[in-house]
C-alpha cells in the first residue's frame, strides 16, 4: 500500500500562481496587483467595487490606500449615484470645498436610510419597536421635510 505524501501548511501558500517572476516570489505572500499593474488597470478593478467594498480595500494595506484615496474619479461616480436621493445634500458639501471621497462618506447612509423613507418602506409602522434597526439616521429639518411630504402625498 502506497502512502500519500503529506502536505504542510505552508506549501498550500507557496504554491499559489502570482504574477510575480519566479526569482521575486515571496514565500506565502500573495502578490499585489497595485503595485504590478498600471495604475489605470488597478483603477479599473477598483471602480467595479461598491462602496463599502472599496472602503475595506482602502484599509487593505499602504499602497492600496494611497491608490484608492488618491483617485477621485473611484469616489466621484459612488457620489453621483447617491446625489440622485440627497442632490441638495451632496452638492452642499461639494460646495463647501468636500473631496468626493468625504462627500460620500458624509451622505451614504443617509441617502440609504432617505430613500427607505420616501419609497414608503416606513409608512405603515405603528411604534418606534417595528422600526429595523437602521432606519434612523441624523439628518436635517429640510431632509425630514421631504420625508414628511412624501409621506403626505401617499
Same mark, same amino acid.
Request: net charge positive.
Given at each position: 500500500?502506497q502512502?500519500?505524501?503529506?502536505?504542510?501548511?505552508?506549501?498550500?501558500?507557496?504554491?499559489?500562481?502570482?504574477?510575480?517572476?519566479?526569482?521575486?516570489?515571496?514565500?506565502g505572500?500573495?502578490?499585489?496587483?497595485?503595485?504590478?499593474?498600471?495604475?489605470?488597470?488597478?483603477?479599473?478593478?477598483?471602480?467595479?467595487?461598491?462602496?463599502?467594498?472599496?472602503?475595506?480595500?482602502?484599509?487593505?494595506?499602504?499602497?492600496? $490606500?494611497?491608490?484608492?484615496?488618491?483617485?477621485?474619479?473611484?469616489?466621484?461616480?459612488?457620489?453621483?449615484?447617491? $446625489?440622485?436621493?440627497?442632490?441638495?445634500?451632496?452638492d452642499?458639501? $461639494?460646495?463647501?470645498?468636500?473631496?468626493?471621497?468625504?462627500?460620500?462618506?458624509?451622505?451614504?447612509w443617509?441617502?440609504?436610510?432617505?430613500?427607505e423613507w420616501?419609497?414608503?418602506?416606513?409608512?405603515?409602522?405603528?411604534?418606534?419597536?417595528?422600526?429595523?434597526?437602521?432606519?434612523?439616521?441624523?439628518?436635517?429639518?429640510?431632509?425630514?421635510?421631504?420625508?414628511?411630504?412624501?409621506?403626505?402625498? $401617499?
Amino acid at each position: 500500500m502506497q502512502k500519500t505524501p503529506k502536505r504542510n501548511k505552508q506549501s498550500l501558500t507557496c504554491g499559489e500562481p502570482t504574477l510575480l517572476p519566479p526569482d521575486k516570489k515571496r514565500r506565502g505572500a500573495p502578490a499585489d496587483f497595485v503595485a504590478l499593474l498600471p495604475p489605470e488597470v488597478s483603477m479599473r478593478i477598483f471602480s467595479s467595487l461598491d462602496p463599502l467594498s472599496l472602503c475595506s480595500a482602502a484599509m487593505t494595506c499602504r499602497r492600496w $490606500r494611497l491608490a484608492i484615496d488618491s483617485n477621485d474619479w473611484l469616489w466621484k461616480k459612488h457620489c453621483l449615484t447617491v $446625489r440622485a436621493v440627497c442632490q441638495r445634500e451632496i452638492d452642499g458639501d $461639494r460646495g463647501s470645498g468636500y473631496s468626493w471621497k468625504i462627500t460620500l462618506l458624509r451622505n451614504y447612509w443617509k441617502s440609504k436610510v432617505k430613500q427607505e423613507w420616501l419609497s414608503g418602506k416606513y409608512s405603515n409602522i405603528h411604534s418606534q419597536n417595528n422600526l429595523p434597526e437602521k432606519s434612523m439616521y441624523p439628518m436635517d429639518v429640510d431632509t425630514w421635510g421631504e420625508i414628511l411630504e412624501a409621506e403626505l402625498e $401617499r
